[in-house]
């Protein structure tokens, strides 16, 4: 099971970066699959979560109505488009998958490298 991820880079406030996270040794739209980000200092957090078979998807309060996950389950790859980024979404985003759940509630038991967003000016 490999997961591997990118896309990241420097934006500026207000703008916008799509990550992408391909997948390899399983089918991610049969389980939940999501993106978690960590900044300096703070603790991991779940961004957004999607069960594709189930059509499920589920956001953190911080990037409702600005962060959108979908996946394009022929390339086996999932995405987060971000918009509207703000100077406190800079972090190093991690794609996850609960291996064999299709629960978004389940603790990710499979990780891709991070890749790293900043957001400034």
């Known amino acids: 099971v490999q997961l591997q991820a990118s896309g990241g880079g420097l934006v500026q406030p207000g703008g916008s970066l799509k990550l992408s996270c391909t997948a390899s040794?399983?089918?991610?739209?049969?389980?939940?699959i999501g993106w978690v980000r960590q900044a300096p200092g703070k603790e991991r957090e779940r961004v957004a979560c999607?069960?594709?078979?189930?059509?499920?998807?589920e956001y953190a309060d911080s990037v409702k109505d600005r962060f959108t996950i979908s996946t394009d389950n022929a390339k086996n790859t999932v995405y987060l488009q971000m918009n509207n980024l703000r100077p406190e979404d800079t972090a190093v985003y991690y794609c996850?998958?609960?291996?064999?759940?299709?629960?978004?509630?389940?603790?990710?038991?499979?990780w891709g490298q991070g890749t790293q967003v900043t957001v400034s000016s």
């Open positions: 999607i069960v594709s078979t189930y059509g499920n998807v």
């Open positions: 040794g399983f089918t991610l739209w049969h389980y939940a």
């Open positions: 996850a998958t609960v291996l064999y759940g299709s629960d978004c509630s389940m603790k990710y038991d499979a």
